[in-house]
């Protein structure tokens, strides 16, 4: 994707109060960040973990997404799927989060939840360039699978937006 400006992405933001936005922490080594590589720009706020950012261009504009997940206590064993591009990983490394809708339905308490990896690196797993720590089903290239993690990330994005 092309670059960001650390302002593009604070004023994106489609279901997020602005103090919410205020307090987010941009993410780690944002000056490093290998954008050719990636389809979205995710991260967790490493003040509060329990926070997720998703921020995507689309249609020549830049949405953002605030999730939230909820840490469990509860030891948790076997495997999960991303609904984003679909890497396979240990239970763990999945993550339910959940995105408060836009506008008055938000507002309202209505949130979309879907599984995504926990540290919000979808593009770097479906390239190779960081390890899932379980064998991979899938067999097709990383450019197709690049395709439907665009694809699966608009119709999430839509459904915030919605
Ligand atoms: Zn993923």
Redesign the pocket.
């Known amino acids: 994707m092309e670059p960001l400006s650390i302002d593009e992405i604070k004023g994106s933001f489609v279901n997020s109060t602005r103090s919410l936005v205020k307090a987010m922490t941009p993410p780690p080594g944002f000056t490093e960040l290998p954008w050719e590589s990636l389809d979205y720009l995710g991260w967790r706020d490493p003040k509060a973990p329990n926070r997720g950012y998703l921020v995507v261009r689309r249609d020549g504009g830049v949405t953002g997404i605030a999730l939230n997940t909820q840490a469990t206590s509860k030891p948790r064993r076997g495997t999960g799927l991303?609904?984003?591009?679909?890497?396979a990983h240990q239970i763990t490394d999945?993550a339910l989060f959940a995105a408060r809708r836009a506008g008055p339905a938000g507002r309202a308490g209505n949130t979309v939840g879907t599984y995504?990896?926990a540290d919000?690196?979808?593009s770097l797993?479906?390239r190779g360039l960081r390890d899932p720590e379980v064998p991979q089903g899938e067999t097709i290239s990383p450019e197709l699978r690049a395709d439907r993690?665009t694809t699966r990330l608009d119709t999430f994005v839509t459904r915030v937006l919605a």
């Open positions: 991303c609904d984003l591009c679909n890497t999945v995504i990896c919000l690196a979808c797993y479906l993690l």
